[in-house]
């Protein structure tokens, strides 16, 4: 399979497999939404299918929870969870201080909930995700539909007093369509080039009425497993400041991905 994969999907599939190895039998656990999840979601799978790996999940999204459930993971909802032990999911950006850009997938309202509701949320990451300042990849933030263009304005008019180098927006689309999100809501993506302060950032803009969340995950991410397209991976941890530097090996794992979509 290895030498099928260029070497942003070894990247991706080596810091997920990495993170699948933090997962306990009984744990409660976040599975996040994107490409880099979906290998996580796979690999659980397998440890489930043949280590007899007992866990409930919690899916980030209606994507995630069809693979989830496809490779034999128990689904639970969040309320029926309440709280989980661990959430796994990827990120668009993340800086020194594992502050994150989420929702490149159209995920964040679900996936930023869960992982705030988790002991511990652990990112996993290509190494092309690491910026110094956050902002290069379009933030994304979440709106209702009900006047989302004079919802729009005001954010754009907001970022006026922000510190940020672009101010430009716009509505995602699916085709034709708006896309439109598991909550019925539509994105909109702030072109910022550069977010100078974070934290205010993500405080005011969900000051706004019809912004329903925001992609800024500040201070929830704990640990990140940073994935090289040689197989190398790093797990960061933020609260104890360690780095470990360790190889992961692609063998066995043949069929893994073979009908992989996501
Ligand atoms: C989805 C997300 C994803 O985690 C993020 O977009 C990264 O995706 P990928 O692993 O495909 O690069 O936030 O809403």
Same mark, same amino acid.
């Not at 709280?83 to 800086?95: P, S």
């Not at 080039?193 to 950032?201: D, M, T, V």
């Not at 497993?225 to 360790?246: F, L, S």
């Given at each position: 399979?290895?030498? @099928?994969?260029?070497?942003?999907?070894?990247?991706?599939?080596?810091?997920?497999?990495?993170?699948?190895?933090?997962?306990e039998s009984g744990m409660r656990v976040g599975l996040g939404t994107g490409s880099t999840a979906a290998w996580l979601v796979r690999c659980l799978g397998e440890?489930?299918?043949?280590?007899?790996?007992?866990?409930?999940?919690?899916?980030?999204?209606?994507?995630?929870?069809?693979?989830?459930?496809?490779?034999?993971? +128990?689904?639970?909802?969040?309320?029926?969870?309440?709280?989980?032990?661990? $959430?796994?999911?990827?990120?668009?950006?993340?800086?020194?201080?594992?502050?994150?850009?989420?929702?490149?997938?159209?995920?964040?309202?679900?996936?930023?909930?869960?992982?705030?509701?988790?002991?511990?949320?652990?990112?996993?990451? !290509?190494?092309?995700?690491?910026?110094?300042?956050?902002?290069a990849f379009p933030l994304p933030i979440e709106v209702i539909p009900f006047g989302w263009q004079t919802t729009q304005a005001l954010v754009e008019e907001t970022?006026?007093?922000? !510190?940020?180098?672009?101010? +430009?927006?716009?509505?995602?689309?699916?085709?034709?369509?708006?896309?439109? $999100?598991? +909550?019925?809501?539509?994105?909109?993506?702030?072109?910022?080039?550069?977010?100078?302060?974070?934290?205010?950032?993500?405080?005011?803009?969900?000051?706004?009425?019809?912004?329903? @969340?925001?992609?800024?995950?500040?201070?929830?991410? !704990?640990?990140?497993?940073?994935?090289?397209?040689?197989?190398?991976?790093?797990?960061?941890?933020?609260?104890?400041? $360690?780095?470990?530097?360790?190889?992961? @090996?692609?063998? +066995?794992?043949?069929?893994?991905f073979s009908d992989l979509t996501d």
């Amino acid at each position: 399979m290895s030498s @099928e994969l260029s070497p942003i999907d070894k990247a991706k599939f080596v810091c997920a497999k990495r993170a699948a190895q933090f997962v306990e039998s009984g744990m409660r656990v976040g599975l996040g939404t994107g490409s880099t999840a979906a290998w996580l979601v796979r690999c659980l799978g397998e440890t489930v299918r043949n280590e007899g790996l007992s866990i409930k999940a919690v899916p980030t999204s209606t994507r995630t929870a069809e693979l989830a459930r496809r490779v034999g993971i +128990e689904v639970i909802s969040l309320d029926q969870a309440k709280w989980l032990d661990l $959430t796994i999911d990827g990120a668009d950006e993340f800086d020194a201080e594992l502050n994150l850009i989420k929702g490149g997938g159209g995920a964040l309202l679900q996936e930023k909930i869960v992982a705030t509701a988790s002991d511990r949320m652990i990112v996993i990451a !290509d190494i092309g995700k690491e910026v110094e300042t956050l902002g290069a990849f379009p933030l994304p933030i979440e709106v209702i539909p009900f006047g989302w263009q004079t919802t729009q304005a005001l954010v754009e008019e907001t970022l006026v007093s922000m !510190d940020v180098l672009g101010r +430009e927006s716009t509505l995602r689309m699916n085709g034709d369509a708006p896309f439109v $999100t598991d +909550e019925g809501n539509h994105i909109i993506d702030l072109h910022l080039k550069r977010i100078g302060n974070a934290r205010q950032l993500a405080l005011i803009l969900n000051q706004m009425p019809g912004v329903v @969340e925001n992609g800024l995950f500040i201070d929830i991410c !704990d640990t990140v497993v940073v994935g090289y397209g040689d197989g190398k991976v790093e797990v960061r941890d933020i609260n104890d400041g $360690t780095v470990a530097k360790e190889q992961v @090996e692609f063998g +066995e794992t043949q069929n893994l991905f073979s009908d992989l979509t996501d």
